[in-house]
């Protein structure tokens, strides 16, 4: 299959991420790349922007600025030819941090949540694959799926519910910390959950950071790091690292959590203290 990886705005982190790919001069056996720019192709980028070559899936790498009419026209050309349209990343599916800068930095489908209407017509044959970055496992996996003609079945967003479906929290080696309501306040222990006082995004952020681990090794809970929710539409948060509260009780609540199932949940496991959860570092904030 021929593959065309066009960039616009972005920190070049999803071309990076891809080349950590373990089986990537394997994989690359299978595929041809029409153009990407980082990796040997077929084609230059003058080549592909003064003639049509042929494309089986687009790849799009960046936030799109609305205004850039060169990029839109290249882009056109490319996107009526492919079968497939893949968003690599935040910024090219949301928007990302670049989209902070003007109005018309968008995602190619997506304004926050909102679809539009510019693209509407390349819709159906378009995945979304969020993150910053993307794991390079997941862009492999559906490039195969698609060469291999496998359904790959989307959610409202049209990420792949394979990868997408369940939440960071999942897998989080940290939960029991979290039913426990024991929350660490130092980054990179292995003891604590991060969601009560430090802004932990997982509970409602949708990847699978914790299923496929970064290198096969680590994640960012697993490390005594904050999910950041890089995969989400409102992506960066204005306030990272800290827990928005209402009179103590976090301002934005586990995905599918009632305000008053959680409450209910809370007061009963605050009521206990199981000591192999208590590392020596956090005995005087548990007393």
Same mark, same amino acid.
């Given at each position: 299959?021929?593959?065309? @990886?066009?960039?616009?705005?972005? +920190?070049?982190?999803?071309?990076?991420?891809?080349?950590?790919?373990?089986?990537?001069?394997?994989?690359?056996?299978?595929?041809?790349?029409?153009?990407?720019?980082?990796?040997?192709?077929?084609?230059?980028?003058?080549?592909?922007?003064?003639?049509?070559?042929?494309?089986?899936?687009?790849?799009? *790498?960046?936030?799109?600025?609305?205004?850039?009419?060169?990029?839109? *026209?290249?882009?056109?050309?490319?996107?009526?030819?492919?079968?497939?349209?893949?968003?690599?990343?935040?910024?090219?599916?949301?928007?990302?941090?670049?989209?902070?800068? #003007?109005?018309?930095? =968008?995602?190619?489908?997506?304004?926050?949540?909102?679809?539009?209407?510019?693209?509407? =017509?390349? @819709?159906? #044959?378009?995945?979304?694959?969020?993150?910053?970055?993307?794991?390079?496992?997941?862009?492999? /996996?559906?490039?195969?799926?698609? #060469?291999?003609?496998?359904?790959?079945?989307?959610?409202?967003?049209?990420?792949?519910?394979?990868?997408?479906?369940?939440?960071?929290?999942?897998?989080?080696?940290?939960? *029991?910390?979290?039913?426990? =309501?024991?929350?660490?306040?130092?980054?990179?222990?292995?003891?604590? +959950?991060?969601?009560?006082?430090?802004? +932990?995004?997982?509970?409602?952020?949708?990847?699978?950071?914790?299923?496929?681990?970064?290198?096969?090794?680590?994640?960012k809970t697993r490390a005594g790091q904050p999910c950041m929710g890089c995969s989400e539409p409102n992506f960066p948060d204005d306030?990272?690292?800290?827990?928005?509260?209402?009179?103590?009780?976090?301002? =934005?609540?586990?995905?599918?959590?009632?305000?008053?199932?959680?409450?209910?949940?809370? /007061?009963?496991?605050?009521?206990?203290?199981?000591?192999?959860?208590?590392?020596?570092?956090?005995?005087?904030?548990? *007393?």
């Amino acid at each position: 299959m021929k593959l065309l @990886w066009l960039q616009k705005i972005t +920190c070049n982190g999803n071309a990076h991420s891809f080349l950590n790919y373990p089986n990537l001069t394997e994989w690359m056996e299978d595929f041809e790349w029409v153009y990407h720019p980082l990796l040997p192709s077929t084609y230059s980028l003058k080549e592909i922007q003064s003639d049509i070559k042929e494309c089986d899936i687009l790849m799009i *790498e960046g936030a799109i600025d609305r205004e850039d009419s060169l990029f839109l *026209e290249l882009f056109y050309r490319y996107a009526n030819e492919a079968k497939y349209i893949l968003t690599l990343g935040t910024c090219a599916t949301f928007g990302g941090i670049f989209a902070q800068a #003007k109005d018309s930095i =968008k995602g190619l489908h997506f304004d926050k949540e909102n679809r539009l209407d510019e693209f509407g =017509k390349f @819709w159906q #044959k378009s995945i979304s694959l969020p993150g910053c970055p993307l794991q390079p496992q997941v862009l492999a /996996g559906v490039l195969n799926a698609i #060469k291999e003609g496998i359904s790959i079945p989307l959610d409202k967003m049209h990420r792949p519910k394979y990868y997408y479906a369940y939440t960071v929290h999942n897998g989080c080696t940290r939960n *029991e910390y979290f039913e426990y =309501k024991i929350d660490e306040h130092r980054f990179g222990e292995l003891e604590g +959950c991060m969601f009560y006082e430090h802004g +932990c995004q997982g509970t409602y952020t949708h990847n699978s950071c914790n299923k496929i681990l970064w290198n096969s090794v680590n994640s960012k809970t697993r490390a005594g790091q904050p999910c950041m929710g890089c995969s989400e539409p409102n992506f960066p948060d204005d306030d990272l690292w800290r827990t928005k509260k209402n009179m103590g009780i976090p301002a =934005k609540l586990p995905t599918g959590v009632p305000k008053r199932a959680y409450l209910s949940l809370a /007061g009963v496991a605050k009521a206990f203290k199981i000591d192999r959860f208590y590392h020596p570092l956090m005995e005087d904030e548990s *007393e």
